[in-house]
């Protein structure tokens, strides 16, 4: 049989077993290899189309941005609050027929008890002066034959009462003294506004909730129209024979890198809104006197964000490729 | 290496495309399939690949009853099999070496190694020169012998080809099936379906004629000279 010139001088290819030649080593190596080499190209894939695929990444980062700066602004205010709470004061309304005598011996034994650094006496006397000052009704107080406000006597409570499980305790101990008309807790409108908060927690949660479902279709959606896009690529790769971890791995790296653009966009959105909103706050707490100032996306927060949206990514990618992908077979 | 049962072959709504199909093709053997359109050549060889399975009797490749196998060992079974399709079927937002390196890639070889078979393997069909190329920019003959290429590049037992030559031009198609028979003479065992009579003629193969799905004849190729 005649043989040209060119294939003459080229060496048979002898058919082998498939990679006996190698070494364990050098295939596990070759494995990490080609991992590397699609988390790169799928990379690369995106990038060329960009306009597409920075969409993507801004709706998922809308959607991570929006719970998340949520959680940070109501961080901020319950950071805010808590510094009020350590303020709080107790009053402790005294009986109006206990004699001055009694009150002061009072408030010398409150003075050492335990979670108490400070009590303050207010007379009627006292009371009634800052009333009259105050609320502006003093024409009707002098109609008045006998001063009808009870004495004073105000607590500071140490910091470690601020919780409100012991807090309680101490204004029950308060309340069974002899003296003591009533007793109340000041601040009582910081915890409504603790609860408050709370509620703004848990509905800032239930939005994250709700949002991470749009990312899972969103992503899962997008990758179904890759896998359709490449439905030709995918039935080639098969009859070569591919596996379907090895056809699956592009749109899982592909889902992974939405997820981190995502991600990345949310964080940037929120620090740029905290940024805005970080002089107006500043402005707003030096009228009240605060050196209260706006806190960022801190480290724990950052890391939390940057894995929900990579793991979102991922979930949503692989919900498309396990039901895409086995319906598409060579024929 | 090929071994066929007594196969049926009854597609969703009843039509047989293979009926009672028995035949052994040795290791290093080479074969032509030939055939009327729909006289069963590409089921025949869609059986092989488990493209598709077979309705009733047993298909061996390489000593494995594909009846068996799993649907998960699929593809190592055709990482055994180099096929060569009519329509080239590359990869076109890939370069010449990107897509012969598939198989390669897929089968989990080091990228030096990956680069030295590549190589090698269009050395073989002469296209060395052209490996960062995109096969749009290739002719039909370049394209069909990157397919080659592809297909051998893993050096595997078996090669497949469904009508390699159809759309090529007569010294092409020569050229094309020099090949071949080249993979041939270093023990690939090959099997090739195709119409055109001329050029197998001037050959000297086994002949498998295949008929309204049934096997009606199998001898050589020499004969179809005689009776033209």
Same mark, same amino acid.
């Given at each position: ?61 809308? +959607?991570? @941005?929006? $719970? /998340?700066?949520?959680?940070? %602004? #109501?961080?901020?205010?319950? *950071? &805010? ?78 910091? +470690?009462? @601020?919780? $409100? /499980?012991?807090?309680?305790? %101490? #204004?029950?101990?308060?309340? *069974? &003294? ?89 964080? #940037?959105?929120?620090?740029?809104? &905290? ?57 | ?228």
């Amino acid at each position: 049989m005649k043989r040209s010139a060119r294939k003459s001088r080229t060496r048979p290819i002898k058919p082998e077993a498939r990679g006996k030649s190698q070494k364990p080593r050098g295939r596990i190596n070759a494995y990490f290899t080609h991992h590397l080499w699609v988390l790169v190209s799928s990379l690369g894939q995106l990038w060329r189309t960009p306009l597409s695929t920075l969409m993507t990444a801004a709706v998922i980062g809308i +959607a991570l @941005a929006l $719970p /998340a700066g949520l959680h940070v %602004l #109501l961080s901020n205010v319950q *950071q &805010l609050s808590s510094g009020w709470e350590g303020s709080a004061q107790v009053s402790l309304f005294i009986k109006q027929d206990v004699s001055e005598k009694h009150i002061q011996s009072l408030a010398n034994t409150l003075r050492d008890w335990d979670g108490v650094t400070e009590v303050h006496y207010i007379s009627r006397e006292q009371a009634l002066a800052e009333f009259r000052e105050l609320s502006g009704f003093g024409d009707a107080l002098d109609s008045l034959t006998e001063n009808p406000l009870p004495a004073v006597l105000v607590l500071q409570p140490t910091l +470690a009462q @601020a919780e $409100p /499980a012991s807090m309680s305790r %101490l #204004l029950e101990r308060l309340r *069974q &003294l002899d003296a003591v008309d009533q007793a109340q807790l000041d601040m009582e409108w910081v915890r409504r506004l603790n609860g408050i908060i709370d509620v703004g927690k848990r509905s800032a949660l239930l939005l994250g909730t709700l949002l991470a479902l749009a990312i899972l279709l969103v992503v899962g959606n997008t990758i179904r129209l890759t896998i359709y896009a490449r439905r030709e690529e995918i039935i080639i790769t098969k009859l070569i024979g591919a596996t379907n971890a090895f056809i699956r791995r592009p749109f899982l790296y592909t889902g992974f890198w939405y997820g981190l653009m995502g991600a990345v966009t949310a964080w #940037l959105l929120v620090s740029g809104f &905290l940024g805005l909103l970080r002089t107006p706050v500043s402005q707003l707490s030096f009228l009240y006197d605060s050196q209260f100032r706006l806190g960022g996306l801190d480290f724990i927060t950052s890391l939390f964000l940057l894995l929900s949206g990579v793991l979102l990514g991922l979930a949503g990618s692989w919900l498309a490729v396990g039901r895409h992908l086995q319906a598409i077979e060579p024929t | 290496m090929i071994q066929f049962d007594n196969v049926n072959k009854r597609y969703p709504g009843g039509h047989e495309a293979l009926s009672g199909v028995s035949f052994h093709i040795q290791s290093g053997e080479m074969a032509f399939l030939t055939g009327h359109s729909g006289a069963g050549k590409s089921s025949l060889l869609k059986l092989i690949a488990l493209i598709e399975r077979s309705s009733r009797g047993q298909v061996f490749i390489d000593g494995q009853n594909l009846s068996r196998l799993k649907s998960r060992h699929i593809p190592y079974l055709r990482r055994k099999i180099g096929i060569v399709f009519q329509s080239h079927s590359l990869l076109l937002d890939r370069t010449v070496f990107d897509n012969v390196a598939l198989p390669l890639i897929i089968a989990g070889y080091h990228p030096s190694e990956v680069g030295r078979r590549v190589r090698a393997a269009l050395d073989k069909v002469g296209l060395l020169n052209r490996d960062k190329a995109y096969p749009i920019t290739l002719s039909g003959g370049e394209q069909q012998r990157v397919g080659i290429a592809r297909a051998v590049v893993n050096r595997p037992p078996l090669l497949l080809a469904d009508e390699p030559t159809g759309n090529l031009d007569p010294e092409l198609s020569k050229e094309i099936m020099g090949l071949f028979e080249e993979f041939n003479r270093v023990g690939v065992s090959v099997l090739i379906a195709t119409h055109d009579h001329d050029l197998i003629s001037r050959l000297d193969h086994r002949l498998l004629t295949l008929s309204g799905g049934r096997l009606t004849h199998d001898g050589r190729t020499t004969e179809l000279a005689v009776s033209a």
